[in-house]
């Protein structure tokens, strides 16, 4: 299994709602990672998971919560979103957090605030 | 820190031709260089990618040269497809922060 599994694929929330975002991947990946993506852009960096321990937030808003439950699961949690967080967020894993490691990513969730 | 510089933004080829997308990178420690495939509605799946031990790596219809003197490196591919259409990302590693570097993207459209 190589794969990166994330839900929903799509998601429409208004500015007061709470969701959350899942990700999954079976690889034995110790390192996992939330970017997120706008439109013509490349993948922006958010959070990095190593050994489901947080070890770099990019400055994120606290309207972002990142969870990792175990070493197979990550989670985003939203709330209180802005129209501008409207884009598509990808789950990503690696065999380590080393840069230099073959990064997998998931087909993204794309999300709409409204 | 890394910074890389892709090019073109945007290219078309003729099916059966052959396509070429540049990187630049400006780190002279970085040893790793993935190239990234988007196609609409999904994420980046892995390609190729070459380490700085090697000059060329095949894969098919795919390659990618590496030429660390000059520090850039560019994807190749021939007898371009349809399915072939889609945006490429170079990236290389930023071992300052641990975190891998995009370039812009390429939007690759194949003519048939």
């Known amino acids: 299994d190589t794969e990166v599994t994330q839900t929903p694929k799509h998601l429409v929330m208004g500015m007061t709602n709470k969701k959350s975002l899942k990700c999954e991947q079976h690889m034995g990946h110790r390192a996992m990672y939330w970017y997120k993506q706008k439109a013509k852009k490349p993948p922006e960096l958010m959070f990095v998971?190593?050994?489901?321990?947080?070890?770099i937030n990019e400055s994120v808003p606290s309207r972002f919560s990142p969870e990792c439950p175990n070493s197979s699961l990550l989670n985003l949690h939203l709330h209180a979103l802005q129209p501008e967080d409207s884009a598509l967020y990808l789950c990503a894993s690696s065999l380590q957090t080393a840069a230099n490691e073959k990064l997998f990513f998931g087909s993204g969730t794309q999300l709409s605030v409204l | 820190g890394e910074n890389v510089e892709q090019h073109p933004s945007t290219l078309s080829v003729q099916e059966g031709d052959s396509a070429v997308i540049k990187c630049t990178y400006s780190?002279?420690?970085?040893?790793?260089f993935p190239w990234y495939k988007q196609e609409l509605g999904k994420g980046p799946q892995l390609i190729i990618d070459?380490?700085?031990?090697?000059g060329e790596k095949k894969d098919q219809r795919i390659a990618v040269t590496l030429n660390k003197t000059a520090k850039h490196f560019s994807l190749h591919i021939t007898e371009t497809q349809p399915e072939d259409s889609a945006v490429y990302f170079c990236?290389?590693?930023?071992?300052?922060?641990?975190?891998?570097?995009f370039g812009t993207g390429t939007r690759l459209t194949i003519i048939p």
């Open positions: 780190d002279s420690a970085s040893n790793y």
């Open positions: 070459i380490r700085s031990n090697v």
């Open positions: 998971y190593s050994y489901e321990k947080l070890s």
């Open positions: 990236a290389a590693p930023n071992f300052g922060n641990e975190k891998l570097t």
